[in-house]
């Protein structure tokens, strides 16, 4: 596949789509990479109730401990203080699971967020530059092959816009059936600058027949990336 055109204009067009989709991923990803640490930085306030449950917890257990040695009225007093500290101890499980169920809530937006964006992104440049690469590599290509240009010029005939195909002359189809050479280049040359190329005229090509081209080359677009 062939990546960018030779034109420099249409060189220039693509490098700008290229990066303008690299810039629309980069900044929705970061957008969501946003959103998952705001609601992150709200999970922090609820580790700080369960690190306090904790210490509640841990304190009052100690204090009932210490009151149960009281004589009489250890037992009695100690069953308060243990209820208190079951408080704090459930007061923990809830700032953790509160603490977590937020960092997956944080996850899931910051996904959403970024999810739709970049893949419109990216389906979308898809189209357009696989697309051309598909296209241009594939002309390329069958250049290079005996034969070749008849197929190139019969995707002319099928992709060039009816006002390109007129201004290259009248009764195309019937000259391409007959197989004239002139008809072919013309077909050939239109459309490699449709896609940015630029015909390379020291490689020499045929047709199906076998002939030279007049034109005295294949058309083979230069390119470096192929």
Same mark, same amino acid.
């Given at each position: 596949?062939?990546?960018?055109?030779?034109?420099?204009?249409?060189?220039?067009?693509?490098?700008?789509?290229?990066?303008?989709?690299?810039?629309?991923?980069?900044?929705?990803?970061?957008?969501?990479?946003?959103?998952?640490?705001?609601?992150?930085?709200?999970?922090?306030?609820?580790?700080?109730?369960?690190?306090? *449950? &904790?210490q509640i +917890?841990?304190? $009052?257990?100690?204090?009932?401990?210490? /009151? %149960?040695?009281?004589?009489?009225? #250890?037992?009695?007093?100690?069953?308060?203080?243990?209820?208190?500290?079951?408080?704090?101890?459930?007061?923990?499980?809830?700032?953790?699971?509160?603490?977590?169920?937020?960092?997956?809530v944080g996850?899931?937006?910051?996904?959403?967020?970024?999810?739709?964006?970049?893949?419109?992104?990216?389906?979308?440049?898809?189209?357009?530059?696989?697309?051309?690469?598909?296209?241009?590599?594939?002309?390329?290509?069958?250049?290079?092959?005996?034969?070749?240009?008849?197929?190139?010029?019969?995707?002319?005939? *099928? &992709?060039?816009? +009816?006002?390109? $195909?007129?201004?290259?002359?009248?009764? /195309? %189809?019937?000259?391409?059936?007959? #197989?004239?050479?002139?008809v072919t280049?013309?077909?050939?040359?239109?459309?490699?600058?449709?896609?940015?190329?630029?015909?390379?005229?020291?490689?020499?090509?045929?047709?199906?027949?076998?002939?030279?081209?007049?034109?005295?080359?294949?058309?083979?677009?230069?390119?470096?990336?192929?």
């Amino acid at each position: 596949m062939k990546w960018y055109a030779d034109a420099g204009l249409r060189r220039c067009r693509q490098l700008g789509f290229d990066l303008l989709t690299i810039g629309w991923v980069a900044t929705w990803v970061w957008l969501g990479a946003l959103a998952h640490r705001q609601i992150g930085a709200s999970a922090s306030g609820a580790r700080k109730v369960e690190g306090g *449950g &904790r210490q509640i +917890s841990t304190h $009052l257990h100690e204090a009932a401990g210490i /009151l %149960a040695k009281a004589p009489v009225v #250890g037992g009695r007093v100690r069953r308060p203080v243990d209820q208190a500290a079951d408080a704090g101890t459930q007061l923990q499980h809830a700032g953790q699971q509160l603490a977590d169920n937020l960092g997956r809530v944080g996850a899931a937006i910051g996904v959403e967020i970024a999810l739709v964006p970049v893949l419109v992104a990216i389906v979308g440049w898809a189209v357009v530059r696989v697309g051309y690469a598909r296209r241009a590599g594939r002309s390329i290509a069958l250049l290079r092959l005996p034969g070749g240009r008849d197929v190139v010029a019969l995707d002319a005939l *099928g &992709r060039l816009p +009816s006002g390109a $195909l007129a201004a290259i002359g009248p009764d /195309l %189809a019937a000259g391409r059936r007959a #197989g004239n050479p002139e008809v072919t280049d013309a077909l050939v040359r239109n459309y490699l600058r449709s896609l940015g190329l630029r015909p390379d005229d020291d490689t020499s090509g045929t047709t199906s027949d076998g002939r030279k081209s007049p034109a005295g080359g294949s058309q083979v677009a230069r390119s470096a990336g192929t």
